[in-house]
């Protein structure tokens, strides 16, 4: 069994994409490929949480337009 991956961010910190965001059918109402947030976009980690199968952090981030989009470690930097 792998060991669960330790979140790299927190809980209210602020973020920046490192790519642009695509829907990956997790937004039903948004056009498949649509761009939820360009790279460069900045947001606030609401909530972290885990992918159980692969055991690494995903963190929810809240966006100004109020999206809120699940991302990885490797799609987000700290500010």
Not at 1 to 25: A, H, S
Not at 39 to 46: F, K, P, R, Y
């Given at each position: 069994?792998?060991?669960?991956?330790?979140?790299?961010?927190?809980?209210?910190?602020?973020?920046?994409?490192?790519?642009?965001?695509?829907?990956?059918?997790?937004?039903p109402d948004a056009a498949p490929d649509l761009v939820l947030?360009?790279?460069?976009?900045?947001?606030?980690?609401?909530?972290?949480?885990?992918?159980?199968e692969a055991n690494l952090p995903v963190y929810l981030v809240e966006f100004p337009d109020r999206r809120v989009i699940g991302c990885r470690e490797e799609e987000i930097t700290a500010l």
């Open positions: 069994m792998i060991e669960p991956r330790q979140p790299k961010y927190q809980w209210g910190q602020r973020v920046r994409t490192l790519e642009d965001l695509i829907n990956d059918g997790s937004f947030a360009p790279a460069g976009a900045v947001g606030e980690i609401v909530q972290v949480g885990m992918h159980v």
